[in-house]
């Protein structure tokens, strides 16, 4: 009908300013992590930084505003949307883009193929939906095969996948400053890994909560107030 229709425009046009609103205070919240750290400890400054699920290429665009003499190594395995990250990065030496997506182990596994790329996540075994192929390499030997012995910062983003990443990087994590994830904040958000199974792993080696970023309230459940995901950091106790 037409007040159907004209309902489904308005939610449609809403959800869509609300991810534009958001995508664009995203890229002002790694400057504000940064500002934040180098409030805290003084002369800390970003060499090597990892952007593992990079999207298009928002987040290492902000990194390199924020500190351009820092490297900054972006992995995005799926093939649309790396293609608009070599686009957006092109003529920036300082980023390095590799389409690998990043686990516990090598693999290749299922990638959803989302209308919105940022929702692009690994399937696993129980989801009931095909994607795309994708290559899964371990962070541990991806870091080796770059020759890099110090990260000042690991960013992971990658809607779910984020525990497996981790892992891959566990025989590294010694050599990592700062450590950032996606947490699930309530039980109601079976996107997200949930925070106290992303804090176990990284207290039981040997990093410590530094701050929490980027709170978002839950939109699903009627909209239940309660926080849905956040950006925790992680500091290295060494």
């Keep these: 009908s037409p007040w159907f229709g004209r309902c489904f425009q308005h939610l449609a046009g809403s959800y869509f300013q609300a991810r534009k609103a958001q995508m664009a205070a995203t890229k002002a919240v790694e400057t504000t992590e940064f500002t934040v750290i180098s409030r805290r400890i003084k002369g800390w400054t970003p060499s090597v930084i990892l952007d593992v699920g990079a999207n298009v290429g928002q987040s290492a665009l902000g990194f390199i505003k924020a500190y351009p003499q820092a490297m900054v190594h ?73 020759g890099l012995e110090h990260v000042s910062y690991l960013k992971i983003d990658t809607e779910g996948h984020d525990l497996e990443v981790l892992q891959g990087f566990a025989p590294s994590l010694g050599c990592i400053d700062f450590i950032q994830v996606e947490a699930g904040m309530n039980r109601y958000n079976t996107t997200h890994v949930p925070y106290q199974r992303l804090a176990d792993f990284m207290n039981d080696h040997g990093f410590l909560l530094f701050y929490i970023f980027e709170q978002i309230l839950e939109f699903k459940k009627a909209g239940r107030p309660v926080l849905r995901r956040a950006n925790p950091v992680f500091i290295n106790a060494r």
Excluded: W
């Excluded at 693999?107 to 690994?122: E, P, Y």
């Design 74 to 146: 972006c992995f995005e395995p799926f093939p649309a949307s790396y293609r608009k990250l070599l686009a957006n990065t092109r003529g920036h030496a300082s980023i390095m883009a590799h389409q690998i997506g990043l686990g516990a182990k090598p693999a290749l596994l299922q990638m959803s193929d989302s209308a919105i790329s940022t929702q692009n996540r690994v399937l696993s075994d129980h989801d009931p939906e095909t994607g795309i192929e994708v290559a899964i390499h371990q962070g541990a030997a991806v870091l080796k095969r770059l």
